[in-house]
C-alpha cells in the first residue's frame, strides 16, 4: 500500500462548490505539507503543518484552508472553488528538519 | 530568503545523449539541503537524492551523477546515456534552517528522450 495517499484522485467540480481533498499517510511523520502544481510555476506550497497543533500558511493559502486532524490525516478545502484554482494537487509528508519529502500521488481538480 | 532557479524550462534530446539539468541555489545560510526530485509523466513526484552543504562529493548512481558546486552556488544533474524513461519533469529544491526548514522548489525542467 501507498505510504501517502490522496483521495479523490481526479475531481470535477463547478464555481463556486466546496471542496474538500483528504491526504492520509502511514509514514508516521509529523509535518504534512499541501502545494499546488499549475504547469510552468513549479510547486507551490499552500499550507504545511509540523505536527497536529500547528497549520502554518504557504504562499498561495488564499482561498484555501486546511484542517489537521491528526498525527496521518490533512485535508485542504476549497470553500468557494473558482476556476482558477484548477490545478494539480499534491500532498507531502517529512520528518525532521533537512529530510526528503514524500509525495502523494495528486489530485487532479478541475473547476468549470 | 532562498531561491531555487532552473533556468532550463524544456530540454529535449534523443536517447543515449547525456543530459545535464541545471540548479542554481541562493541562500544566505551556511547549513542547508539540497534535492533533486522527478517527476515522471504519471504525475507522481519521487525523490533521488540529498545532498548536505559540508558535502561536495560528487555522487553517482547509476546513469545518474550529481555535482554539487558551492563555489558556483550548483548542483547539477546529469544523466549519462538518456533513455526514453528518463523523460520526466525534474525539480531542484533546497531547505535551509532561514527558510524555517520548509523547501524552496525550483521551477522544474521538462527532459524530453526521444527514442
Known amino acids: 500500500d501507498a505510504d501517502v495517499t490522496q483521495t479523490p484522485r481526479n475531481r470535477i467540480t463547478k464555481t463556486g462548490k466546496r471542496i474538500m481533498l483528504e491526504c492520509s499517510q502511514t509514514?508516521?511523520?509529523?509535518?504534512m505539507y499541501w502545494y499546488r502544481q499549475d504547469p510552468g510555476l513549479g510547486l507551490q506550497l499552500i499550507y504545511y503543518?509540523?505536527?497536529?497543533?500547528?497549520?502554518n500558511k504557504g504562499e498561495i493559502s488564499d482561498g484555501y484552508s486546511v484542517s489537521r486532524q491528526a498525527q496521518a490525516k490533512f485535508s485542504l478545502s476549497l470553500e468557494s472553488a473558482i476556476p482558477n484554482q484548477t490545478a494539480l494537487y499534491f500532498c507531502?509528508?517529512?520528518?525532521?528538519?533537512?529530510?526528503?519529502?514524500?509525495f502523494g500521488p495528486g489530485t487532479r481538480l478541475t473547476v468549470l | 530568503a532562498q531561491k531555487v532557479t532552473q533556468a532550463q524550462t524544456e530540454i529535449s534530446v534523443v536517447e543515449k545523449e547525456d543530459v545535464t539539468l541545471d540548479c542554481v541555489y541562493e541562500?544566505?545560510?551556511?547549513?542547508?539541503?539540497l534535492f533533486w526530485y522527478k517527476q515522471p509523466p504519471s504525475g507522481e513526484l519521487v525523490f533521488l537524492i540529498r545532498?548536505?552543504?559540508?558535502?561536495?562529493q560528487n555522487e553517482i548512481s547509476g546513469r545518474y551523477s550529481w555535482n554539487f558546486q558551492k563555489s558556483t552556488s550548483s548542483f547539477n544533474f546529469t544523466i549519462t546515456a538518456s533513455q526514453v524513461v528518463d523523460s520526466a519533469v525534474y525539480f531542484c529544491?533546497?531547505?535551509?534552517?532561514?527558510?524555517?526548514?520548509?523547501?524552496?522548489f525550483g521551477r522544474g525542467t521538462s527532459l524530453i528522450v526521444h527514442p
Open positions: 541562500t544566505r545560510d551556511t547549513t542547508y539541503y
Open positions: 509514514k508516521g511523520h509529523d509535518r
Open positions: 545532498r548536505n552543504s559540508f558535502d561536495e
Open positions: 507531502a509528508t517529512s520528518d525532521e528538519d533537512y529530510n526528503e519529502q514524500f
Open positions: 503543518s509540523f505536527d497536529v497543533k500547528d497549520i
Open positions: 529544491a533546497l531547505n535551509t534552517a532561514g527558510g524555517s526548514y520548509i523547501p524552496t
